[in-house]
């Protein structure tokens, strides 16, 4: 299991709150059940784990912060956990071959960026959330499947599977004149 949340600042941090809370709580005469709201917040951590792949090892994530990644390898996973993350697949070289990437959000908002000249087949599935697609559909409960007009079936493309819950994923176009802006 991965514990590196365990020994992040947010932990600690959150952790020391808690405890100042109780303190003053039950100086006022209020009591604060300070071990079972950290075993919740724990569980809490452990579902949103087990929700976005369980504990291995992911090659990018943003959890409790903002991330902007330019992605160019051949396949990865992304998460999104109580945080924003901005996701450039504009440049992923499809060397003859489909490319898979995944992008899970939970509870946070993401946004993809796509080339409209490479071949995309995108797989949106959102429960509790919100999701727009550059053809202007949303998606709240179920999946979409978007595709570029480049793409065709059976050839190399990039897939792209992003899960929505609780939180929102917005795919936009990008084209050569807009290279720095979205």
Do not use: C
């Amino acid at each position: 299991m991965r514990m590196g949340f365990l020994s992040s600042g947010v932990f600690w941090g959150g952790l020391i709150i808690l405890v100042g809370l109780s303190i003053v709580l039950h100086v006022v005469g209020i009591r604060f059940p300070l071990f079972r709201v950290i075993i919740g917040l724990l569980f809490i951590y452990l579902g949103v784990s087990v929700m976005v792949g369980g504990f291995k090892r992911r090659s990018r994530s943003a959890v409790f912060s903002d991330v902007k990644v330019e992605h160019k390898a051949k396949a990865a996973d992304f998460d999104v956990v109580f945080g924003k993350g901005e996701i450039d697949l504009t440049k992923v070289d499809l060397e003859g071959a489909t490319r898979k990437v995944e992008v899970s959000t939970v509870f946070g908002s993401s946004t993809i960026i796509i080339d409209p000249k490479t071949p995309v087949k995108l797989v949106l599935s959102s429960a509790f959330g919100g999701g727009q697609l550059p053809d202007g559909n949303t998606v709240a409960f179920g999946e979409y499947t978007y595709k570029t007009d480049a793409f065709q079936e059976g050839k190399p493309h990039l897939y792209v599977k992003a899960s929505n819950v609780f939180g929102g994923t917005e795919v936009k176009l990008r084209t050569a004149r807009q290279q720095g802006s979205y």
